[in-house]
C-alpha cells in the first residue's frame, strides 16, 4: 500500500520555497525535507520539479478565495468581494504567483503551471462579463476590465515584494467606486 502524504505539507512547502528561491533555486530534496516525505515520493507522484510546482499552484489556487467567486444583482457587492477574494489570495500564495509571472518566460516547463492562475482569472472575467450582460457595466474586454479593477493591487503587491512598503495603502471601496465611475453605463 502506498505511504499516504500530506498533501497540504508538500505543497506548502513547494510553494514557500518556489517564492524564496525562485524556480532553480528550488530543490525537491528541500521539498522533501520541510515535508518530511522521500524525495523519490515526489519524482513518482509528480514526475518532475515543474509537474510538483504545477500540482501545487492547482491544489492552493482551486480552494483560494478567489476561486470561489460569482455574479449577483448587486455589482457594487461583487466587485467588493472580488477585491476581497484577491487581497486573500495574493497573501496566501502571492509570492508563488509572482515568482511564476516573472520566471515562466525563462522555464517553459512552467507554462502548464499557469492554468490554475487562468482558471481563477476566467472566473472573475466571468463576473465582469455577467454585469456586461444585465447592463451595469459598460460593453467591453471583460479581462480588460479585470486588469484595470485590479492594477491598484497588483501595483501594491509588486511594491511590497521589493520589502519596500507601498506608498499609499489601498481602501478597497475607493478602487472599486472609481472603477464603477469610469465603467457604469451613462
Avoid at 522555464?107 to 455577467?130: F, I, W
Avoid at 503587491?157 to 453605463?185: I, M
Amino acid at each position: 500500500m502506498p505511504k499516504l502524504i500530506d498533501t497540504d505539507t508538500l505543497f506548502g512547502a513547494t510553494l514557500d520555497l518556489f517564492a524564496l528561491h525562485g524556480y532553480l533555486g528550488l530543490t525537491t530534496q528541500d521539498v522533501a525535507r520541510r515535508a518530511a516525505i522521500n524525495e523519490a515520493t515526489i519524482y513518482r507522484r509528480y514526475g518532475t520539479k515543474a509537474g510538483l510546482v504545477e500540482a501545487a499552484l492547482a491544489h492552493g489556487l482551486s480552494s483560494a478565495p478567489f476561486a470561489d467567486l460569482s455574479a449577483s444583482e448587486d455589482m457594487e457587492t461583487d466587485l467588493l468581494g472580488m477585491l476581497e477574494a484577491f487581497q486573500a489570495t495574493t497573501r496566501l500564495y502571492g509570492g508563488a504567483v509572482v515568482t511564476l509571472l516573472t520566471e515562466v518566460s525563462r522555464h517553459p516547463e512552467l507554462r502548464p503551471a499557469m492554468a490554475p492562475l487562468l482558471v481563477n482569472m476566467s472566473r472573475a472575467a466571468e463576473v465582469l462579463q455577467a454585469h456586461q450582460e444585465h447592463g451595469r457595466l459598460i460593453p467591453g474586454n471583460p479581462w480588460q476590465q479585470l486588469m484595470l479593477l485590479l492594477s491598484p493591487f497588483l501595483a501594491s503587491g509588486l511594491w511590497t515584494r521589493t520589502g519596500v512598503a507601498p506608498p499609499v495603502e489601498l481602501d478597497t471601496r475607493h478602487v472599486v467606486v472609481s472603477f464603477l465611475n469610469g465603467h457604469r453605463p451613462h
